[in-house]
């Protein structure tokens, strides 16, 4: 087995409109908690019946944070 087999890698789905400072403290506790390898954040496309902005600009403020933070997304 490999080692990329044994990564430990979590999902976080959510419509991130906006992403917030509760939406980072989520991920960072289970990034620990879960003793996570990386945590990958699904950017819902739509969530009825709730008006979203772009999908393009919720999933560039995803990619901001993990970059600025240099959180293992």
């Known amino acids: 087995m490999s080692n990329l ?3 430990r890698v979590g999902l976080f789905f959510g419509s991130f409109d ?3 400072e509760n939406h980072k403290h989520i991920a960072r506790v289970a990034f620990t ?3 996570l390898d990386r945590l ?5 496309r739509s969530s009825p ?3 979203l902005s ?4 919720r999933t560039a403020a995803v990619r901001e944070f993990c970059t600025l933070t240099d959180f293992p997304c």
């Open 49 to 51: 019946p709730k008006l």
């Open 54 to 57: 772009p999908y393009d600009m």
């Open 33 to 35: 908690y879960l003793k």
């Open 40 to 44: 990958l954040f699904v950017v819902n």
């Open 5 to 7: 087999d044994r990564r």
């Open 18 to 20: 906006p992403l917030h």
